[in-house]
């Protein structure tokens, strides 16, 4: 059964394809911003926005594509009461990275499959970053330094770039920080025959 991935994200991708997964990748459109907006003015946790987002764009691939098995992604930064999203400039990232410095959050990374246009998988990871106290300049060299890189990423940082500098503690599974919670996708693809285990 042809794999798909419903997201634009090289890292996701290149974390399937260097775990030996062959798969193409075909973005799924939603209003991401106008969905979490009115999740959020409904309550919905952290959880429950990343779960729906992960799930809306696996169904929105999923009709044109009833043959394969499609996985939805996505991710969102919890922070105190508020869900955030990707910031939209640098400004906004800058006002951002001052609120979390010294600050813990979370990052919870929701996967969901489709098979023959239904959902037949679900998992969420959450991870805990604390932040340390950066200064203000050095954020802002940071974010000249990295916004090209960084403006498609929740938080704005990579861990495996320059942004693991912005942190003090880091505690969960380094794969769902790259917003791929990769071992249970893996351990569920071979249990149900779609890889070789």
């Not at 973005?27 to 979490?36: L, N, Q």
């Not at 489709?114 to 050095?138: F, I, K, N, Q």
């Not at 090209?148 to 969960?172: K, M, N, Q």
């Amino acid at each position: 059964m042809r794999l798909l991935l419903a997201s634009a994200s090289e890292t996701r991708l290149a974390l399937l394809r260097a775990a030996g997964l062959e798969l193409d990748a075909l973005p799924a459109r939603i209003d991401e911003e106008g969905v979490r907006a009115a999740l959020e003015a409904e309550g919905a946790s952290p959880l429950d926005v990343a779960d729906t987002l992960a799930e809306m764009k696996a169904q929105k691939l999923a009709e044109r594509h009833r043959e394969a098995l499609v996985l939805g992604c996505d991710q969102v930064l919890a922070f105190r009461r508020e869900v955030w999203g990707k910031a939209p400039s640098p400004e906004a990232l800058r006002a951002q990275l001052l609120r979390l410095r010294g600050e813990t959050h979370k990052l919870i990374s929701a996967l969901v499959l489709y098979e023959e246009g239904r959902p037949v998988w679900r998992h969420a990871g959450e991870v805990r970053l604390t932040m340390r106290e950066c200064s203000d300049g050095w954020i802002d060299g940071y974010i000249a330094r990295n916004w090209e890189t960084v403006r498609h990423s929740v938080g704005g940082y990579h861990l495996e770039g320059e942004g693991v500098r912005l942190f003090s503690a880091v505690e969960g599974d380094y794969f769902t920080v790259l917003g791929l919670p990769l071992l249970p996708l893996l351990n569920y693809l071979g249990q149900r025959g779609f890889i070789p285990t």
